[in-house]
């Protein structure tokens, strides 16, 4: 009896064009999901990028009330490289701030004769793209000044530098620096310094707004119900056709 209901059924039009209809809801859905996927806000990788966060301003190697020379892991979610320090400024004293409340100067007071260097380390999905985006602004004339911006991945097989960018050092305003790189499936170094260090107090560079954002791609089980449901609609398409008049 079920067979010949479902017989009736398939040279019914109206069944035909129900199950259509029904098909087409599904892979409307199912190319809805994967855009959704495709086009989701891009995820933000760095911890405080923008140097926001300073709870240790005023504890440094010397300090005033516009300034402070942080080391090792003042800064949350940045490493200052052993030996250097890492001048974070204020604008209370006039001294220049890119972005909010603080920015850096990669100076670093020429502290033990280096300069402000320092990174942060990200995990990365192998074949993603990413986009990094920063400001950077030169304030003292140090000509021969150079910062160097990079995105190292150290695995000691696979690892290679996938992006650098050296700017010379001006006085023309803050610079917007975007650039792309493609991750390794590694965890990654962003690493910020003077190059070559001039080793003194120079405060030729200032920095902020370090962003690293993940363009979304699909997740891998996104595939197979696609596929499926391509199929399903294939399938459906071709039924139609030849139970057709
Ligand atoms: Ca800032
Ligand atoms: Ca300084």
Known sequence: MRRVRTEICLTNRYCVAKFTAMLRRWFSASLLLVATTLLAPAQTILVNGGFESQPNFGAGLSN?????????????????????????????LSYPVITGGYSVNLDGEGHNAHNGNLYQDFASTAGATYTLAFDWQGWYTTP??????????????????????????????????????????????????????????????IVDNFDVTLTAIPEPATYPALCALSALAVAGWRWRRRVAP
């Open 64 to 92: 005033d009330a516009g300034y402070s020379a942080l080391t090792g892991s003042q800064i949350p979610g940045w490493t200052i490289e052993p030996g250097h320090a890492v001048t974070v400024h204020n604008p209370s």
């Open 144 to 205: 021969t000044l150079e910062l160097k911006v990079t995105v190292i991945d150290f695995d000691p097989l696979t690892g290679s530098t996938l992006f650098t960018g050296i700017y010379l050092h001006d006085l023309a305003g803050v610079h917007h620096v975007t650039t792309t790189f493609t991750g390794t499936g590694n965890s990654l170094r962003l690493r910020v310094e003077e190059n070559v260090e001039s080793g003194v107090n120079d405060n030729g560079f």
